[in-house]
């Protein structure tokens, strides 16, 4: 017989070739074995990443103080199939009354903006937030974004007035798993949005 070693971080590529897989972190073997159980610990590896702690200022009247990012299964994590939606929660406390605020998440690729979201996107209204400790979740659909990685800002902020608080550059992965155009386009990924839209085709009279 004759063996083939396939080195990829395409793990749609990885479920369909191999039936064993080997998992490496800086050089040394993780974890051998069946290749979804070794997809599965791949995929937990990014929990160190996937919630951030940040210190109090005591000095803003309002300031985020965790962010978390949760997979489809309620598990932290910043590695996200493609084909499953994401939650990034957000804390935050107010430390004195704030009128009109905006909470709104920025995801970035490359340097270049894809996504700037905001809460007030369904309402047109901003936010009054009383005194308390605060915390907001934002679903990613799947298929929102394409494989990659991308970086993502939270801003509370004023808008056109002033900003609030902001938390900056953090990195979100989106794995190719389970992905029907990965295996049309045989890997290739291109563009930076993965929506999938509605066709449909009906065949005209001669």
Known sequence: GRTILFVSHNMSAVQNLCTKTMLL???????MGETNKVIDRYL???KMNAVIDFPENSSKDI?????????????????IAISEQCMIEIEFSARIAIDGALLSLLIYANGEMLLWSSESDKTAELT???????????????????????????RLHKPW??????????PLEILDVNNPKSKILRGHHPGKLAAVLDYKTVRLPS
């Open 63 to 79: 300031q985020i103080s965790r962010i978390a990012i949760y997979n489809s299964k309620r598990e932290l994590s910043a590695r």
């Open 128 to 154: 009054n937030y009383a005194p308390g400790r605060y915390k907001t979740t934002i679903t990613l659909p799947s298929f929102l974004l394409n494989v990659g990685t991308y970086f993502f800002d939270v």
């Open 25 to 31: 972190d800086k050089g040394k073997i993780v974890e």
């Open 161 to 170: 007035v002033m900003l609030l608080d902001e938390k900056t550059n953090l």
């Open 44 to 46: 937990g590896n990014a």
